[in-house]
């Protein structure tokens, strides 16, 4: 595939369709490619793909599309969900973007360049084929990890006392260092100023001091994603302290699930999510016991 | 230099637990960072690396500076006191203990900063050496030692023994709170181990880096680079590579509402971030590229040039390892001419 990839990526520039690549470029360790835009062909052969190309590229496209000419960009499929909900917010420039979907057999999961396994997200995906492409390089020959069940942990989560909960969450959020790495990959953090970076409000803290603020921070960001993250993994990925963020995100989409029925945010570019659909006039609130469950 | 049986190694610790506060590795959900030691606390000595550096227990990654409390029409200062507790970091590694000199020279040189010095004048350092080093360590170039980190005590873990050897006189009384279970040793007996671990250095991919090419660097010349256009390409601007290394030094001071006054306070800062030396006219570095060069900068050239030289990285490889868009120092200083 990745031969194929560095073709296809030739010609596109060769003939003038493309003003640049966007792809992973080979490091120095093969476990960590880096995103990168190719513009020579003659640099082409730096393009990798394999299962440590774990970078959703989708983001990088906000940018992309305020340079000028067309930039084409490798999805996996459970980048194209991520991609399909930055156009319907307007953030990319669905017309100076030409996606070539790649098949995905599961990314790795990387420790100080070593493969230790399986991505967690990879372990739980439901999204087995491209929901946006212009054109598609497959690799039939690719299995993914068997699927385990993606709600898996929240339900366990759910099953504890609320002090039990409290407590696994204060573990998990206690360990933050505030890099805010989750916050900057995340495709549905496109906010342009963060209410976490203003100086104008109290928030824009740089440590957590107290616990109200760790938990202030992850509240809000997972609040503010809700019925716009697709689950795509990218904020677990990056922790450098491992917290178990992709729970937080998930609680929230089975919520939305349950209550107002099925939804994956990004499966297209114009259905409303379930809360901006919201008509506070004609659709009956969920049950107050519901959401104190 | 002494040796404690592994088995006592719990001992050791409790007796240290009895007279001072000890910070040591522990391992909770798969990562590891520094924390403070208690009975029945398991220790890892085994994973490398902390993911924050033990630099917070000198530079805390957030701390009270002074207290304002509205009184009436009065506004009360009360200034945060001065760590008065002695402590013990057990277990940094031979790079950690060079972030620290790093750290020294900004915050010990004048003018003075009086908390660091607080915290330093009661903090002693327990370096152990490297078993495993990391594919992503590069601490050689910088001239630490992985096999022998000199400290207030170097420490070995080898075989069933616990190798001590004071260095300084901290060190020594130290070690001398653990008198009952010392035996005597000697460095014969971690020279093989040391050895070994040199050899595995030898095997690393980056042990070998010639820093030459960043001697005498020019400061304009580097600033100018075009290699900083695109570099950053694939920055996506977050704390992490500041925030897990050892030797960035930058705070922000920022102020709490506490209600009835507020708490000043400083915090680790990132130029990596949008608001970093925010003013009020605006922030001086627009773009993230800026703001990037900015990191690399300060560690390759404007550190080296008030400090004889010496270069504000020390290999620990903590931002190879973390980058989530896999950029990180030794990149750049490879773009810049280093091989
Ligand atoms: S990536 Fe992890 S450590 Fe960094 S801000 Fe997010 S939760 Fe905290
Ligand atoms: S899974 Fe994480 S990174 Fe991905 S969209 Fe949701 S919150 Fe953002
Ligand atoms: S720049 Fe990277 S390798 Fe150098 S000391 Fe900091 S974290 Fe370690």
């Avoid at chain 2, 590694?93 to 060079?98: E, I, K, P, S, Y």
């Avoid at chain 2, 010392?182 to 690393?204: G, N, T």
Wanted: hydrophobic share 35%; glycine share 8%.
């Amino acid at each position: 595939m990745q031969e194929q990839l560095r073709i296809l990526a030739g010609k596109m520039l060769a003939d003038g369709r493309a003003a640049r690549v966007l792809g992973w470029k080979r490091t120095d360790f093969e476990t960590a490619p880096e995103p990168s835009f190719f513009t020579a062909q003659d640099d082409l052969s730096e393009l990798v793909y394999n299962k440590y190309c774990a970078a959703n590229l989708s983001g990088f496209m906000i940018g992309a599309g305020k340079r000028d000419g067309v930039t084409v960009v490798f999805l996996k499929p459970c980048d194209t969900y991520s991609f399909n909900q930055l156009v319907k917010e307007h953030q990319i420039d669905r017309a100076k973007a030409y996606v070539v979907g790649v098949s995905c057999g599961g990314n790795a999961k990387v420790e100080e360049m070593e493969d230790v396994g399986w991505l967690e997200r990879c372990l739980v995906c439901t999204k087995h084929d491209h929901v946006v492409y212009d054109e598609l390089v497959l690799d039939e020959s690719l299995s993914r990890p068997e699927a385990q069940d993606r709600f898996g942990g929240v339900t366990r989560l759910e099953g504890l006392q609320s002090l039990e909960r409290y407590e696994f969450w204060q573990g998990e959020l206690s360990t933050c260092i505030r890099c805010n790495a989750c916050r900057n990959v995340c495709p549905a953090c496109n906010c342009k100023k963060c209410v976490f970076d203003s100086a104008k409000y109290d928030t824009a803290a740089k440590a957590n001091v107290t616990t109200f603020e760790e938990q202030l921070f992850h509240i809000i960001r997972a609040y503010h994603v809700a019925g716009r993250c697709t689950d795509c993994g990218e904020c677990a990925r990056v922790c450098p302290q491992d917290i178990k963020l992709q729970l937080l995100n998930r609680k929230i989409i089975k919520d939305i699930n349950e209550l107002y029925g099925e939804f994956q945010a990004g499966q297209d570019t114009e259905t409303l999510g379930p809360l901006t659909a919201f008509n506070a006039d004609t659709d009956a609130e969920p049950s107050i016991v519901h959401t104190r469950g | 230099m002494y040796k404690v049986s592994a088995t006592q190694l719990t001992d050791v610790l409790n007796t240290l637990a009895g007279t001072m506060d000890v910070f040591l590795p522990i391992r909770k959900d798969g990562q590891t960072n520094f924390g403070l030691y208690a009975e029945g606390v398991q220790a890892d000595f085994d994973t490398l690396k902390t993911v924050k550096p033990p630099k917070e227990f000198f530079l805390p990654q957030s701390e009270s500076l002074y207290k304002g409390v509205v009184d009436g029409k009065d506004i009360h200062i009360e200034p945060a006191a001065f760590a008065d507790r002695p402590f013990v970091v057990f277990g940094m590694r031979g790079c950690d203990v060079l972030g620290m000199e790093i750290l020294d020279k900004v915050y010990l040189g004048e003018p003075v900063d009086r908390f660091y010095e607080a915290r330093r004048g009661h903090g002693c350092v327990v370096a152990l050496a490297c078993g495993r080093p990391a594919s992503t360590c590069f601490c050689k170039p910088f001239g630490v030692d992985a096999s022998d980190p000199q400290a207030d005590v170097t420490a070995w873990l080898c075989g069933q023994y616990l190798y001590l050897e004071p260095v300084t006189e901290r060190g020594r009384q130290l070690t001398h709170k653990l008198e009952p279970f010392l035996q005597d040793a000697d460095a014969e007996d971690v020279a093989e181990y040391r050895q070994e671990i040199r050899e595995r250095l030898e095997a690393l991919p980056y042990n070998n880096l010639s820093l030459d090419a960043l001697k005498d660097a020019d400061m304009l010349e580097v600033f100018n680079s075009p290699v900083w256009d695109s570099v950053c390409d694939a920055c996506i601007a977050c704390g992490t590579c500041s925030y897990v290394c050892p030797t960035c030094q930058c705070y922000d001071i920022k102020d709490y509402n506490t209600g009835d006054g507020a708490i000043r306070y400083r915090t680790w800062d990132s130029c990596m971030y949008s608001d970093f030396t925010l003013m009020a006219h605006g922030n001086p570095r627009k773009t993230q590229k800026e703001r990037f060069r900015q990191r690399f900068m300060h560690k390759l050239v404007y550190h080296p040039s008030t400090a004889g030289g010496q270069l504000s990285c020390v290999g620990c490889g903590r931002c190879v390892n973390k980058c989530p868009s896999s950029l990180n120092i030794v990149k750049i200083m490879k773009s810049l001419g280093v091989s």
